[in-house]
């Protein structure tokens, strides 16, 4: 049975495109993916992410849990809010999903995963805390709504739409988070533009989302979110990674820590297979689109692109593609499209951060 979030009946109040995504009935567009593509690179729009689930983790064991649970070291998460990207891996080193953990006080967490793997992930856990025998309280949090508001004029306005968050969200560095009233409000987000993600009791989301439409934020769609995140070269679950995938060679090796001496989940394989392929971006010199699974041919061998799309910002066809070991930046490649060999370009798999080409 679909799923839908709190907002499901303000999207169609506001003209969107519903689509299934990952079991969730969700808007695609409010007209026009690329002019919601653009309001968030030049001014600001908003997306509904209450698909997400956030979780919240308590308990005397609950940071013992999570630096075995995680890639990633929660040890480096010492100041209130401080919020951290980790993957959470199998036996086998795969991951399992791509989360942001949030530390809120001593023994006390909030780990949002993503939408399609939230049961999954969920039993994953439970499964851990049994047979560790940590004393944890894993809380789903469905009685939140969240909505990303995106784009450099993002937190202007939400504080013209809340005003009391102001205070406490001003200050923020991104990856941090502050508890303001109902309010959780986090300098995070997946479009590689300033801005907040804010979870707040799911009554209030269709006013808080009615708000910031008034106040000029586009609504914006799975559609324009896509190529955003694409451009800014982050990681899909399900598309640039999966099970079967390393995090080092999915581009993540920055988010898993091998050097500390506690053991996680995944470890021993890491360090035993070590990192096999690399995880680059690529610039489409010829007429065409690039997508995902296409072949890529190189002067190392084969690899494939993981994410593809066109570039409403760069104009240009762009890819996230996991490549042999010893391709470097700069290096021209083939892609294998509908049975014509067209040439790309390898570049750092960072397209666009806060509106500017970051292409050399």
Sequence with gaps: MTQKTVLNETHRRFGAKMVDFGGWDMPLHYGSQIEEHHAVRRDCGMFDVSHMCAVDLSGPDAKTFLLRLLANNVDKLQAPGKALYSAMLNEAGGVVDDLIVYYLSPGEYRVVINAGTAAKDLEWMAARLADWKMDVGLRPRRDLAMIAVQGPQACARVWQVLPETRGASEALKPFF????????????????????????????????????ADAGVAPCGLGARDTLRLEAGMNLYGQDMDESVSPLDAGLAWTVDLAAARDFVGKAALLEHGQRKQFLGLLLEDRGVLRAHQKVVTAQGEGEITSGSFSPTLQRSIALARLPLGVAVGDSVSVEIRDKRLAARVVKPVFVRNGASQLA
């Design 177 to 212: 988070a502050a508890v303001v009233g109902d309010c959780f409000i986090a300098r995070t987000g997946y479009t590689g533009e300033s801005g907040f993600e804010i979870a707040l009791p799911a009554e209030h989301a269709d006013a808080l989302w009615q708000a910031l």
